[in-house]
């Protein structure tokens, strides 16, 4: 926490710090010859550890009663030196070496089991990395993943394997009804809240499943389209179909209606905000890309600082952030973890050693979201669908 806080990373700071921590002397020689893959897979164990607890906290099992084994999966990416992009390689612009690391896990949410958890370069398509997943996942098995595994290639595999998925409906995709006549959403979702039907997917019409639509609170939307906006770019111009399109949330599954009403749909896609959380205050204002050195190209210590820098984040979930949002909420104030993180950052002398109720004033003056009359904002409207 202190190297984040400074945006420094050295063997030299690393013996410091534990030194000062554990009251013995060690150098950074010996840190160094420490730095090996018994490390990596030591602190790799910590993070699937801690990360088990904190998945595992918000499941419901009745709603996952159908199924042999809940799979999540999920991904994130970190800018890094581009001393690393012989590893990590993403692309190259204007000459310049973009070097990005992806996290990619894979977790059984009933029973905290991480059979895949891997940086892997950014060029490596999470579609292909989707595939993988065949290799755990079996007949009777659910399937909840990021929009960016979606596939319907994939869809049709597990479907005919008798594995069940959920995930959101990527924008672009052709919906036909089973009359073969293509949908547009948003006149088929005038004047109704949600709907729950069966649709085929594709040109060629090659994927048949359940589709279950919610319109968005008038607030969440204003955000989606505000977000939109703001990240637009040349290379990047939305439809008014796409802004329109953004007033729903809309998922695919071929779980039936008599396993899961919509709402359940949901509700089991919650699952993937305990670690969406976690991705979320990863880049947060937590300086991690400024303190790996742009010279220091060791794997084992660079995954090993990612590894660490998870695991710091993981605890930070469990025993700040939610805590914190349990006792605020009981205050009907919503506590942002973006804004928690980085005031943690800039004040962690003074929190290092004090109780949740301590810091609970602080928390609820400038880390909340603003709040406007009865007007309640995204993450309690939304907590489990963004």
Known sequence: MQMMRKGTNSYRNWAYIISSITGQYVTKQAISLRMTNAWLTTVKSLVETTIKKQISKQVNPHLFKQFKNVWLQDSTCLQLPETLYEKYRCNVQ????????????????????????????FNVSEPL?????????????LIIR??????????????????????????G??????????????????????LDTVVLLGEQKELQTRMVVVRLPEEVIATRKRNARKHKSSTTRHSKDYYDQLDYIVFITNVSND?????????????????????????????????????KVKTERVESFLYLILLYLTWFNILLYEPLKLALFKKSKYLSILKLAQWITLNYPLFANVRIKQILPHAERYCCYETRGD???NLAKLFALT
């Open 94 to 121: 204007n000459g310049k070496k973009s070097t990005v690391a992806k996290l990619n896990i894979v977790m059984n949410v009933l029973n905290g089991f991480c059979p895949v958890m891997s940086w892997e370069g």
């Open 129 to 141: 990395l989707g595939k993988r997943i065949t290799e755990v996942a079996h007949k009777g098995d």
């Open 146 to 171: 990021d929009l960016g595994y979606f596939g319907l290639s994939s869809f049709r595999d597990l479907q005919a394997s008798g594995v069940s998925f959920l995930s959101k409906l990527r924008y």
């Open 173 to 194: 995709v052709v919906v036909y009804n089973l009359q073969g006549r293509r949908i547009d959403l948003t006149e088929l979702m005038k004047d109704k809240e949600w």
């Open 259 to 295: 396993v899961w009403s919509y709402k359940e749909v949901c509700d089991a896609y919650r699952v993937r905000w305990n670690i969406e959380i976690l991705f979320k205050s990863w880049k947060s204002g937590l300086h991690i890309d400024k303190i790996i050195p742009a010279d």
């Open 375 to 377: 007007r309640l904002n």
